[in-house]
């Protein structure tokens, strides 16, 4: 059974920094999309930053471009997200999400994805 459990949330003032995690396991697939998605209330789930393993290519939003960075940890089977530069507008929660079938990052559609953690907070104050 696929598990992800994603940490590391938190509240920090405006410029600060922090570093999301999320945890695999019970994953089999050799190659697999994986990355960070972000939602407020009201409003849709966005993908935020992500990584076909099976080239490493990599996708970032617009919004967070040159100040987030995602990486991976093979050997601890977690996927990070390095949050740097953290505005008000990017209080969310936070998902880290997996898809074996996808074979490209190049757009980030939450619907497309079927292993999801559970979430953590990330409130940005100004």
């Known amino acids: 059974q696929v598990q992800l459990v994603d940490s590391g949330g938190g509240s920090v003032q405006a410029g600060g920094s922090l570093r999301l995690s999320c945890t695999v396991s019970?994953?089999?697939?050799?190659?697999?999309?994986m990355g960070w998605f972000r939602q407020v209330p009201g409003k849709k789930r966005e993908g935020v930053a992500g990584?076909?393993?099976?080239?490493?290519?990599?996708y970032y939003a617009d919004s967070v471009k040159g100040r987030f960075t995602i990486s991976r940890d093979n050997a601890k089977n977690t996927l990070y997200l390095q949050m740097n530069s953290l505005k008000p507008e990017d209080t969310a929660m936070y998902y880290c999400?997996?898809?074996?079938?996808?074979?490209?990052?190049?757009?980030?559609?939450?619907?497309?994805?079927?292993?999801w953690g559970q979430g953590t907070q990330v409130t940005v104050s100004s």
């Open positions: 019970g994953y089999k697939y050799n190659s697999y999309c």
């Open positions: 990584i076909y393993t099976g080239d490493g290519s990599t």
């Open positions: 999400a997996a898809d074996p079938w996808l074979v490209t990052i190049a757009t980030m559609t939450a619907s497309e994805y079927n292993y």
